[in-house]
T-cell receptor, first 113, second 112 residues
Framework: DSGVTQTPKHLITATGQRVTLRCSPR?????VYWYQQSLDQGLQFLIQ???????AKGNILERFSAQQFPDLHSELNLSSLELGDSALYFC????????????FGQGTRLTVV | DQQVKQNSPSLSVQEGRISILNCDYT??????FLWYKKYPAEGPTFLIS?????DKNEDGRFTVFLNKSAKHLSLHIVPSQPGDSAVYFC???????????FGKGTRLSVIA
């Protein structure tokens, strides 16, 4: 158990809809990262939050947004969903120390039909 | 532009032999490298890491080698076991509290 909790584990929704993925980081970790893994692709970095503020942005579509709340949990909002958004979405958290590993949740598998 | 490349999508090794997984990177600013292991339906799990000031780090059956001049690192698993069958991701950090940059992964199959 990595200590990072993601809900829901599976999500099936129709094109055009909006969904929210939730992540609770490990206790004490201030940084939260969101990654997307599509079929046969590596882990693509989407966005990072640190202590409630956006720290870094990767290949995140404008239809996607995220936030980190005062209790440090984070939500990734995906709107106007398209078939191509079907993927595994992972959240990871990390201590704010130089050169440490990130711990990943089990992921949310999103299927857009 | 892929900064971390794992050029072998898959690797098959017999149980008890050595598994060697390779990774190349292009960004000279990377100063910390990690390997993750991923089973189906699970999140990636941290395996081993190495700082750019070292050329080798060992943890049990797992050893990571770093060749900075060649911008290349490798993960050696000796001896390989069937339970090692998984997808292995190489990742790199340019330092500080920055996002990990991942390769596309190599699927290792260890055959009994």
């Amino acid at each position: 158990d990595s200590g990072v909790t993601q809900t829901p584990k599976h999500l099936i929704t129709a094109t055009g809809q909006r969904v929210t993925l939730r992540c609770s980081p490990r206790s004490g970790d201030l940084s939260v990262y969101w990654y997307q893994q599509s079929l046969d692709q590596g882990l693509q970095f989407l966005i990072q939050y640190y202590n409630g503020e956006e720290r870094a942005k990767g290949n995140i579509l404008e239809r996607f947004s995220a936030q980190q709340f005062p209790d440090l949990h984070s939500e990734l909002n995906l709107s106007s969903l398209e078939l191509g958004d079907s993927a595994l979405y992972f959240c990871a958290s990390r201590r704010d120390i130089m050169n440490t590993e990130a711990f990943f949740g089990q992921g949310t598998r999103l299927t857009v039909v | 532009d892929q900064q971390v490349k794992q050029n072998s999508p898959s690797l098959s090794v017999q149980e008890g032999r050595i598994s060697i997984l390779n990774c190349d990177y292009t960004n000279s600013m990377f100063d910390y490298f990690l390997w993750y292991k991923k089973y189906p339906a699970e999140g990636p799990t941290f395996l081993i890491s190495i700082s750019s000031i070292k050329d080798k780090n060992e943890d049990g059956r797992f050893t990571v080698f770093l060749n900075k001049s060649a911008k290349h690192l490798s993960l050696h698993i000796v001896p390989s076991q069937p339970g090692d069958s998984a997808v292995y991701f190489c990742a790199a950090i340019p330092g500080g509290n920055t996002p990990l940059v991942f390769g596309k992964g190599t699927r290792l199959s260890v055959i009994a």
